[in-house]
């Protein structure tokens, strides 16, 4: 079963009650800053390994879900990519945050709940817990990496500073103290991507026929 956002929306009453599925084989907790292009290079990663083998974690889709369900918001635009979400990231931040000094690893296990594939690509780790929570729950199978991008490269994207956001844990929470297993640097003057991911590549491929 992939848990994209979507599916993780429509099967999160079913998980509640079934519980975990098998362990992973693999699990590569990807973060990096707004527009970084954590999207693009974990559904890379996806597309190469196929939807059998990996399967893509995003833990905003059940932040988001239970956020919509509180406060009687639309969750369909709070997934996309629009100013509607944009409108409310601010306050979904701050209750986010609450929510996990309560319990700091609800939303990995809703994100992961009924994940079936050997090898899973979490694409949004954000805060020190996240790399906490997957670490001590998977210690021989979690693997973390960095995707960076110069503030050039992301304005070009169409990132733009906002206070509050860009300056708050959600986005500042891993830029020091942290030794990533790998550093992926997604820029035009940088090595390829298909260059840089290899090794990740070649560690996914060995995981899922182990």
């Not at 030794?179 to 899922?208: H, M, Y």
Request: hydrophobic fraction near 35%; aromatic fraction near 8%; charged fraction near 30%.
């Amino acid at each position: 079963m992939l848990l994209t956002d979507e599916l993780q929306v429509t099967t999160l009453m079913e998980d509640r009650v079934s519980g975990p599925g098998p362990e992973p084989r693999l699990v590569l907790v990807f973060s990096g800053k707004r527009k970084s292009g954590k999207d693009f290079i974990t559904d890379r990663i996806q597309e190469r390994l196929g939807r059998g083998v990996c399967c893509v974690l995003r833990l905003s889709g059940p932040l988001k879900h239970q956020y919509a369900q509180e406060h009687g918001l639309d969750l369909d635009q709070l997934l996309g990519p629009g100013p509607y979400k944009e409108r409310y990231r601010g306050d979904m931040i701050c209750w986010g945050e609450s929510r996990r000094r309560q319990d700091p690893g609800f939303f990995c296990r809703l994100a992961t709940r009924g994940a079936l594939q050997p090898v899973w690509v979490v694409s949004d780790a954000r805060r020190l817990s996240d790399l906490t929570w997957f670490k001590s729950r998977f210690p021989q199978q979690t693997r973390t990496v960095r995707v960076q991008s110069s503030e050039e490269t992301r304005r070009q994207r169409g990132w733009s500073f906002t206070a509050g956001v860009d300056d708050a844990e959600s986005e500042c929470g891993l830029d020091s103290g942290v030794e990533f297993d790998w550093i992926i640097t997604n820029e035009v003057n940088a090595p390829s991507l298909e260059e840089q991911l290899q090794p990740i590549l070649k560690l996914a491929e060995e995981s899922a026929v182990l």
